[in-house]
Each structure stands twice: as C-alpha cells, then as structure tokens.
C-alpha cells in the first residue's frame, strides 16, 4: 500500500484509505475516493494527477493524493479471486 502521489501514469490500484482532517476526507469522499473504490492514474506532472475513479475523471494535487492510500494492482468488486485470473 502506498500514497497515490506516488503512481505514474498507467498504474492503477484500489484505495485502500483516506486520511487528513475531517473536511479533507469529505471532500475526497465527495469526489469518489473512498476506500475500496478502483482508481487508474491517467497522467502525471509533477506529483499532480488526472485519475479516473467511479467513472469520472478527477484532476488531484500532490497535497490531496498524499492523503491516499492505494493498493496497486488490485481491482475492487472484481468477483474474480488472483488464481482464477
């Protein structure tokens, strides 16, 4: 598990946690980055992103995607188990 700030374009993973104050965390909620939720990193530019979560594409700062935290490789709601795949 590590911060989304962290992915490149290309990776992909699923949220895992949201962290920070309160008002931090509704607002990422608000956005659809709650846990368990399937997240892709469209594009990268210096820690900033354009991820697609919940079927829309968001555009995030490093200081939000810091808060974050993602398991990369997995798939949310997949129905499918790794040795099945």
Known sequence: MQPLVFFQS???GMIQKVSG???TRRFLAGLGFVEGAS???ISELSGNLIV???DSRVAINREMARHIM???????NAGVSAAEA
Request: proline share 5%.
């Open 10 to 12: 290309g990776e992909s």
């Open 21 to 23: 104050a309160d008002e």
């Open 39 to 41: 997240i892709s990193v």
């Open 52 to 54: 697609n979560v919940k």
């Open 70 to 76: 993602v398991q990369p490789g997995a798939v949310a």
